[in-house]
């Protein structure tokens, strides 16, 4: 309706002659009214160059903080730039707009296993996930069923204790003959524990499995996983896998799997996490009945 | 994770039911009349009737989510193991539907 | 030496029964529930009818397999969930003999309503 502009200076300047209190009013209206048009297209201008961002709304919490020991929300509108990823969009938050926007992160490759959170309702590499296949406003939560020290950092505490109970080492009491001959694997004994080396110790499986979230003493996914990638290796001898295996068929242990598969789901590194536990739980059946 | 919280709510449903089941078939232990009777004066009531097509649907999905979770255990179709949920809810569905008029019938 | 022994208890017994009394139940729950819902009918049931299945001896030995093994199962599943839950220590093991006495007096409840039925002595 643009053309109201120019009829409204045409009808003021005929208005200077001859101004009745009716027409005064009516001039007054259509003033106001094409103020507001012009007010709305601004608006629609803005949104259109916002479209360029992206709207994340962060978990914030800080009990050292007054005013933010309650637990709250903020929204940050970051400059989308194509390619860009959670954590690129975190940093630039906490780089431009609040550098007190607490999370941890590294090697921004998927390798370390830092940026692990809760982005829209479920567990996330940071570094790993593309702002664009996320829905908008994209939420960020720490990791569900651990404690928040702050923002978006928990407390891994627990996860680092359920890892080193199940020993995460080599160990083996059958070294080779010669004193400079290698201890060899076979190419398809590593093939067979290839996926279960890759864990980051990220603790996204964790934090997914009820049970876990349930049971404080379930050793959880990533332990027993870390058990099947030593279990497993062909190098470790017979004794060392029946100790391997008496730390796991312990009754908080594989038995406290229900095949959920949430950590399978999750996983950024894309283990079969399930697959191996079940494989224990059948090493640990057999294990047992052989005793007969 | 919905398929273990299904899995997990009929299993409790079905203890329920397994524990008050046993209890109405003991009357049988006071004798002919007062079994028969109890039995149907339930049976003629809708409520129990549309309960019973409730315990039908939860101890089917029990059933097949139950061979579902056989066949992981046994590392068996790993791959199509979330397809075999949805699987087994839609057949739940299609069997306690087919089944109800036979539930409600005779009332 | 002794804890070799020990492992067989932990846990992995409970584990591999619940998986093969699941494989018992899935085929006689559903011939259960399709004799008495599809084949007869639960509203038509007397005193008598169940009486004549029950004096069969096989059938007799099924029923009362068949509640030994959904106690079992059920009251497993039950108690697991629980762990799962988070129960632990005193409160764990009352609730397991809780559980056991709880299994007990369903399983003895169930033989003498067969036996009701079956005319055998012990009721």
Known sequence: MSTQTPDTKEETEESTTSTSPAQARRMEKKRRRAEERAEEAQAEAEAEAEEDTYHLKVFRYDPEVAGKQEPRFDDFHVPFEPGMTVLDALIYARDNYDPSLTFRHSCRQAVCGSDAMFVNGSQKLCCKTQLSDLQEPVRVEPLPHQEVVKDLVVDMQHFYEQMEAVEPYFQTDELPEGELEEQRQTRENREKIKMSTRCIWCGACMSSCNIAAGDNQYLGPAALNKAYRFYMDEREGEDVQQHRLEIIEQEHGVWRCQTQFSCTEVCPKDIPLTEHIQELKREAVKSNLKFW | ?107 | MAEQYSSFQRGGTRWLLQRVTAAFLVVVLAFHFFLLHFVNHAYEVTFAQSAFRMEQLSYYSLMILFLVTATFHGVNGVYNALVNQGLEGPQKTAVKWVLIVGSVILVVQGIRTANAWAGYGFI
Do not use: C
Not at chain 2, 87 to 98: E, F, R
């Open chain 2, 1 to 107: 994770m919905w398929a273990w919280i299904f899995h997990k709510f009929t299993g409790w449903v079905l203890v329920g039911y397994l524990f008050t089941h046993i209890s109405v078939l003991s009357t049988a232990l006071s004798g002919d009349a007062a079994y028969t009777a109890t039995i149907r004066t339930l049976e003629g009531l809708l409520l129990v009737r549309i309960l019973e097509v409730g315990l039908l649907a939860v101890a089917v999905f029990h059933i097949l989510n139950g061979i579902r979770l056989l066949m992981v255990d046994l590392g068996l179709g790993l791959e199509t193991q979330d397809r075999s949920f949805y699987a087994s809810l839609v057949l739940t569905g299609a069997i306690v539907v087919a089944s109800v008029p036979t539930f409600l019938g005779g009332l």
